[in-house]
């Protein structure tokens, strides 16, 4: 069983649609966690940063980690066609004085107009 | 805001030459990263680094070495560039207690 597991896509949604895209992991030693927004032939950006389990939003997204779960999602309303891109879900835990990142492989998203 | 900068966009090289991929970030960040990124492979962590002249191999490290003589400079180093090399690089970079890292535009490598 791989580490992180995402859906690949793509996913179609239209204009103004929510869009909920998701993650599952399986160590539970996990407690830092990521979204990245990576538009084509570009690198990753940072989009959200939790930590632990519980929601945080920032405008028109939602990141939420159940960790009873082993579950992470990322919600965006009102999606835009800008919105069109892979998002990647990372996550870390930390262990020594130093931490990796453990990615899913992405899940392709497209926004029509 | 935090700055990555990697010095190729656009790579085209032959197979057996050495090849240098570098990555410079302007945020005073210990930790720096190399990764590579193939369709339905994901990223890959190639090499890292916490602190200058050191190095930590990552889950794909055959084929590459990397070099970190001052902190805002990571290089990646291929002896030998091979087919099977090519690949979009990513260098990444973030503080030594930090989780969150910063990416590069990344460096597209093309091996004829």
């Known amino acids: 069983q791989k580490e992180v597991e995402q859906d690949p896509g793509p996913l179609s949604v239209p204009e103004g649609a929510i869009v909920s895209l998701n993650c599952t992991y399986s160590n539970s030693a996990f407690q830092y966690f990521m979204w990245y927004r990576q538009y084509s032939r570009k690198g990753p950006e940072l989009l959200m940063y939790?930590?632990?389990?519980g929601n945080k939003e920032d405008g028109r997204f939602t990141a939420q980690v159940d960790k009873s779960s082993k579950y992470i999602s990322l919600f965006i309303r009102d999606s835009q066609p800008s919105d069109s891109a892979t998002y990647l879900c990372?996550?870390?835990?930390?262990?020594?004085?130093?931490?990796?990142?453990?990615f899913g492989k992405g899940t392709m998203l497209l926004v029509s107009p | 805001d935090v700055k990555v900068t990697q010095s190729s966009r656009y790579l085209v090289k032959r197979t057996g030459e050495k090849v240098f991929l570098e990555c410079v970030q302007d945020m005073d960040h210990e930790n720096m990263f190399w990764y590579r990124q193939d369709p339905g492979l994901g990223l890959r962590l190639i090499y890292f680094s916490y602190d200058v002249k050191m190095k930590e191999k990552g889950d794909i490290p055959e084929g590459y070495s990397v070099s970190r003589e001052k902190k805002e400079r990571f290089s990646l180093i291929l002896e030998s560039a091979s087919t099977n090399q090519t690949s979009m690089y990513l260098c990444?970079?973030?503080?030594?207690?930090?989780?969150?890292?910063?990416f590069g535009p990344g460096t597209r490598l093309l091996v004829l």
């Open positions: 990372a996550m870390s835990a930390r262990d020594s004085g130093y931490s990796t990142l453990t």
């Open positions: 939790t930590y632990s389990s």
């Open positions: 990444a970079s973030t503080h030594g207690g930090a989780e969150t890292q910063y």
